[in-house]
């Protein structure tokens, strides 16, 4: 039986005395209000009303009745309303600089699809960790080793100018002492100076035998890219990041390297459901090749 339903009937016929008006009050049929009346009549085993030709009027145990069911009934559309503000309360998620515009507003469309008012915050990944750790955001995209990564994101190296080859070797970037040639610098970007991308390609660059100076970390991504579009350098990007810079990109030929995401809730947060409906939106944000089971 539904209580509420039926208290609602009640209620409703109770203050009009009239269980055709009060059906109306309550929108809902004469001959619903009725039985649910009477369901809850036989639930209680005692009569509400005592019906007449013209009124409904309240029985002793009806009026005992009626203040709890008034209080019932107020409960259930104070929890009504209650829900609806809590669905269109913003669902507050820090994000990569690295996502475009255009990615983060078809992110932002899908969740609304999803009944989601998604409120997006961006910044370098500090930032995010600090945001998801005081609360501010109730999840965020934050980086991870590639066995942990529910998004993965291949890295290789960008330039200006077609390379010519289908892979390219750091070991290539490699100058004698006396070479004239200013010499050719990997550029990491903030998004990737996480110690599963950074470490792997400092070890690579001493292997190999280039200059410490040639791997550099650069202050944001905007820097790095200029470098790049005015010299040989190259970017350490995602095939996605390379096409919009208008760069050539290739794998990188000694070592395969992945950015790795994973939603990181707070602990008032929920990310599992946003992860099952806009995880497709928020792989083509990151760049992501498709997410990891």
Not at 129 to 151: F, K
Not at 160 to 167: L, M
Not at 180 to 197: G, K, L, S
Request: aromatic share 4%; with cysteine; charged share 25%.
């Amino acid at each position: 039986m539904d209580l509420v339903g039926a208290c609602r009937a009640f209620v409703s016929v109770s203050e009009r005395g009239s269980f055709t008006v009060g059906a109306a009050a309550a929108r809902m049929s004469q001959p619903v209000a009725s039985r649910r009346i009477a369901a809850l009549e036989e639930r209680f085993g005692e009569q509400l009303f005592e019906r007449t030709s013209r009124r409904a009027v309240l029985t002793p145990f009806g009026r005992e009745m009626l203040p709890t069911a008034r209080q019932l009934v107020l409960a259930a559309d104070v929890l009504e309303h209650e829900a609806e503000t809590a669905k269109r309360k913003p669902w507050r998620l820090a994000v990569p600089g690295i996502c475009s515009t255009v990615d983060l507003a078809r992110l932002v469309a899908d969740a609304r699809g999803h009944g989601v008012t998604l409120e997006l915050r961006v910044g370098p990944s500090p930032r995010r960790l600090e945001l998801v750790r005081s609360q501010q955001v109730r999840a965020a995209l934050l980086p991870v080793p590639p066995d942990e990564a529910a998004w993965s994101v291949p890295l290789g190296l960008a330039g200006a100018r077609d390379p010519g080859v289908k892979r390219v070797y750091v070991e290539t970037l490699r100058i004698g002492r006396a070479d004239p040639v200013p010499p050719r610098r990997i550029w990491i970007q903030p998004e990737d100076d996480v110690p599963h991308v950074r470490d792997p390609l400092t070890r690579l660059r001493d292997a190999v035998g280039l200059r410490p100076a040639q791997l550099v970390v650069a202050d944001d991504l905007t820097t790095a890219a200029a470098e790049v579009l005015c010299s040989r350098d190259l970017l350490l990007c995602s095939p996605a990041q390379a096409r919009e810079l208008a760069l050539s990109w290739r794998p990188i030929g000694e070592i395969a390297l992945t950015r790795g995401y994973a939603l990181t809730g707070a602990a008032v947060g929920d990310p599992q459901h946003i992860q099952a409906r806009l995880g497709d939106a928020i792989a083509r944000c990151v760049g992501a090749e498709g997410a990891v089971a």
